[in-house]
């Protein structure tokens, strides 16, 4: 069975950049829809962006749309989130996941919360 597991994380200012990693274990990328998504304290866990297999579907919530974007290396099995002009609203511990839907935003929007990796905490504080 495949394990993912996150890096990235940190404390930042508002407007500053980190770029998370979710290293994957085994060659499932090809065959799965991947996701990012994160929990904050006393929030509902949020779906902040998929992509499918072939990437050819992308999907952004809309409050990190032209701030974030996801990428993979498929020869190193590592998906990546690269997450621009940073804000407070973004705190939270981040972690990726793995679906057997072919559809991103149906991942994003309505994960069963199984398959995922422990996350890395992301904190935007001035």
């Known amino acids: 069975q495949a394990t993912l597991v996150e890096s990235g994380g940190g404390l930042v200012q508002p407007g500053e950049s980190l770029r998370l990693a979710c290293t994957v274990s085994?060659?499932?990328?090809?065959?799965?829809?991947v996701g990012w998504f994160r929990q904050a304290p006393g929030k509902e866990r949020e779906g902040v962006s998929c992509?499918?297999?072939?990437?050819?579907?992308?999907y952004y919530r809309e409050s990190v749309k032209g701030r974030f974007t996801i990428s993979r290396d498929r020869a190193a099995n590592v998906v990546y989130l690269q997450m621009d002009s940073l804000k407070p609203e973004d705190t939270g511990l981040y972690f990726c996941?793995?679906?057997?839907?072919?559809?991103?935003?149906?991942?994003?929007?309505?994960?069963?919360?199984?398959?995922r990796g422990q996350g890395t905490q992301v904190t935007v504080a001035s």
């Open positions: 085994g060659d499932v990328l090809n065959y799965y829809t």
């Open positions: 992509m499918d297999a072939s990437e050819r579907e992308i």
């Open positions: 996941a793995l679906e057997g839907t072919p559809f991103a935003q149906r991942m994003c929007t309505s994960y069963k919360g199984n398959f």
